[in-house]
């Protein structure tokens, strides 16, 4: 079936430094992909989406990019800040679905 | 704040107990959602109403009860529990029940079945 997965469940990082957070995904028929924001003791919050018709885009301080030939997405966050502390996932689906099927997660801690 | 709240925050219940997790929203949206929230698992989708009818039932144990008396407020009623149903529980709200809406969700309720 459909799966939506995080090659790492953890990532730790520099303040500063770039972060990369990475997601694959099986069903070659998703065409819309969101990343997510969940900080401890709150509830996920939308970040940045992007369509399969896109392989890159644009947020204040992140960037997505859409690889479809192997189904894999990226969520890039520039000079990693304090405040980016949280568990990020990806989620996926397409047009006719019912729901998003959701990734696992990955948890950024950053080094001071 | 997102707009979307959750009571209560936390919940401890035993298996024969009976409560309610409330949720409300003050977005003006028209669709609803209950999640559940497990460690080292990804979001499970439960319930989604639009316009207050349930419109999707994710293969849910009946012991999980939802309600929706209007567009801004949801109910999971919760009837005999076991231990493997803690988690978290997510409300989530969107201007309508179609995936490409963006989805605001509330804290959650921290959910402990003893």
């Known amino acids: 079936g459909e799966s939506v997965g995080l090659h790492l469940p953890t990532l730790s990082v520099q303040e500063g430094d770039n972060s990369i957070i990475n997601c694959a995904y099986s069903?070659?028929?998703?065409?819309?992909f969101i990343w997510y924001k969940q900080e401890s003791g709150k509830g996920p919050q939308f970040i940045i989406d992007?369509?399969?018709?896109?392989d890159k885009r644009q947020g204040q301080r992140v960037t997505v990019l859409l690889n479809k030939t192997v189904k894999h997405l990226s969520l890039q966050i520039a000079a990693t800040q304090p405040g980016d502390s949280a568990v990020y996932f990806c989620a996926e689906t397409f047009q006719g679905a019912q729901k998003l099927v959701f990734g696992q997660g990955t948890r950024l801690t950053i080094n001071p | 704040e997102t707009g979307v709240t959750q009571t209560p925050r936390h919940l401890v219940m035993g298996m024969t107990n009976k409560k309610s997790l409330k949720c409300e929203q003050h977005?003006?949206?028209?669709?609803m959602y209950w999640y559940k929230q497990s460690a080292k698992k990804p979001l499970e989708l439960m319930f989604v109403y639009n316009f207050k009818e349930q419109t999707e039932n994710n293969s849910v144990p009946s012991r999980f009860s939802p309600e929706c008396p209007n567009s801004s407020h949801l109910f999971l009623h919760l009837h005999t529990l076991q231990p493997e149903d803690s988690a978290l529980y997510l409300c989530?709200?969107?201007?309508?029940?179609?995936?490409?809406?963006?989805?605001?969700f509330g804290p959650g309720t921290r959910l402990t079945v003893l």
């Open positions: 989530a709200s969107s201007l309508q029940a179609a995936v490409y809406n963006e989805q605001f």
């Open positions: 069903n070659s028929a998703s065409d819309y």
């Open positions: 977005l003006g949206h028209n669709a």
């Open positions: 992007i369509r399969s018709n896109m």
